[in-house]
Each structure stands twice: as C-alpha cells, then as structure tokens.
C-alpha cells in the first residue's frame, strides 16, 4: 500500500474534498482510502500496483486516482509519498493461531493500524490462557504452489481491477 500527501491545502479546498473531516474510502477490490491532516493536507492512499513498482510511479498513480475522486485539487502539489507491505491473506481475513507452539496474529488486509491492536490483546489473553473467541478459531487455508515468491500476484491485480472496472 502507498499513501501520499499533498501540500497543505486551502480551507476551501480542505472542505470541497472532505467537508466533515472524515475519513474516507471506496469499495473497489483497489481500496482507496483519505483523510485531512490536522495541518489540513489530503492523505491519499491505495494499492498501486500488484507487481513490483516504485515510490515515483505509486505517487503517480495515487495522484491520477485522486484527481478522479477529486477533480477541483488538479495542480495540488504532492509533498509526501511511502509505501510498505501489506499482508493479505487467500480468504482476505485475519487469522490468529498457533504452530509448534508458537502464537501468531497476521493478515489484516490494510486494517494493521486497527486490527493489529485487537489481535494483540486477544493473543495476550490467548497466551495467558483465556479462550479464544470462536469466531476466530477457523483454517488459515494457503496459497496452492505458493513458495515464498508472490508469482501469482499480478494476475491477482489484474482480475481485482477488472472486476472494479465492471
């Protein structure tokens, strides 16, 4: 996931692209998500690419995607771009368990910020022997031929952006 931030914008354009300061996403497979800063910059974030790509083009990317959302911030300049990983898992839901005695929690599909909190406590409470909620005791299912190189993730990429081009 990439995010970028533009310069700080006016209090007018502030409150044409988020007039309740909001955060906000859509519902593509391509998830865009933004928000205003407290110094009322807009972060715009998203999924760039399924293959391999770089912080220039990902902030070209976003920018170009947010001009589609926002049209009226066209020659608002990007300040900030970064990228980091983020862990998908094949059902697309978090998963908490254990091996060899070893307890895990992964898989937040871009909710770590949030879900990582979560999973924390209930592994800590796991670990100090409360029960786990059984909403969460289910398979971690795998990736068919999956050997520690993504391979499939661009044909992935491109049928989530087909289906969010239909």
């Not at 937040?108 to 949030?114: D, F, N, P, S």
């Not at 993504?150 to 289906?163: I, K």
Request: glycine share 8%; proline share 7%.
């Amino acid at each position: 996931s990439y995010i970028i931030a533009t310069e700080p914008l006016t209090a007018d354009q502030a409150h044409s692209a988020i007039p309740n300061r909001r955060m906000l996403f859509d519902s593509k497979n391509f998830l865009h998500y933004w928000r205003l800063s407290a110094d009322n910059r807009l972060l715009f974030g998203g999924r760039a690419s399924f293959a391999p790509t770089t912080i220039p083009n990902a902030r070209d990317w976003l920018y170009a995607a947010m001009l589609e959302i926002h049209p009226q911030l066209a020659g608002v300049r990007v300040e900030h771009a970064w990228g980091g990983q983020v862990g998908f898992t094949v059902d697309r839901m978090p998963h908490i368990g254990r091996v060899k005695g070893i307890t895990y929690a992964l898989g937040y599909c871009g909710t770590g910020v949030a879900m990582s909190t979560y999973f924390g406590q209930l592994a800590a409470d796991w670990i100090a022997g409360a029960e786990l909620p059984a909403c969460w005791e289910r398979a971690f299912p795998a990736v068919p031929l999956y050997r520690e190189q993504p391979w499939f993730l661009p044909a992935v990429g491109w049928y989530y952006a087909a289906l969010d081009r239909l």
